[in-house]
T-cell receptor, first 112, second 115 residues
């Protein structure tokens, strides 16, 4: 099994609705980071939540972390068509190089 | 806002040729990484670099790959003899101090196509 698996794999919502994406992981972590990727483009950092934090907000984004369940969620409120992208969680797995392990991502489509 | 820059944005090369992908990390960052993403797949870790040496490499990062920080600003990934399966988007990333939970920032990527 892989570290950092998101669900759903794909999500289609109407503009103005909220979008919730979930991420599960397997090992102990230092932090969990969420990234956004527009089709074929770079990875844009959205938010980092430390292992001792439970919730974090940034604008329309809300991230939760439950280390007992090894899971995180990303909520985008009042979605816009411009939020259409793939969203990835990535865990910093407490090893010496601080590499990130990425999940498979959720493809979000926000319909105007 | 500081950003990680990568060049070129696209590279097409013949199988067996050498390619060098270039990255300029954010200037005060100390940890550098290469990742790759094969079309439609996950982003995969290749190598991490700190204090002028490789700190970790994945199974993908075999003898055909090498990294270098030739000066104070550039960070390069060299693939010595490209194979068709090396076709992917390659991302460079940097982080100031991940031990202090700082974010990793990624470049826009280099799309490598091996023909």
């Amino acid at each position: 099994s892989q570290q950092g698996e998101e669900d759903p794999q794909a999500l289609s919502i109407q503009e103005g609705e909220n979008a919730t994406m979930n991420c599960s992981y397997k090992t102990s972590i230092n932090n969990l980071q969420w990234y956004r990727q527009n089709s074929g483009r770079g990875l844009v950092h959205l938010i980092l939540i430390r292992s001792n934090e439970r919730e974090k907000h940034s604008g329309r984004l809300r991230v939760t972390l439950d280390t007992s369940k090894k899971s995180s969620s990303l909520l985008i409120t009042a979605s816009r068509a411009a939020d259409t992208a793939s969203y990835f969680c990535a865990t910093d797995a407490r090893d010496s190089s601080y590499k990130l392990i990425f999940g498979s991502g959720t493809r979000l489509l926000v319909r105007p | 806002e500081p950003e990680v820059t990568q060049t070129p944005s696209h590279q097409v090369t013949q199988m067996g040729q050498e390619v060098i992908l270039r990255c300029v990390p954010i200037s005060n960052h100390l940890y550098f990484y290469w990742y790759r993403q094969i079309l439609g797949q996950k982003v995969e870790f290749l190598v991490s670099f700190y204090n002028n040496e490789i700190s970790e490499k994945s199974e993908i990062f075999d003898d055909q790959f090498s990294v270098e920080r030739p000066d104070g600003s550039n960070f390069t990934l060299k693939i010595r003899s490209t194979k068709l399966e090396d076709s992917a988007m390659y991302f460079c990333a940097s982080s100031e101090d991940p031990g202090a939970n700082t974010e990793a920032f990624f470049g826009q990527g280099t799309r490598l196509t091996v023909v």
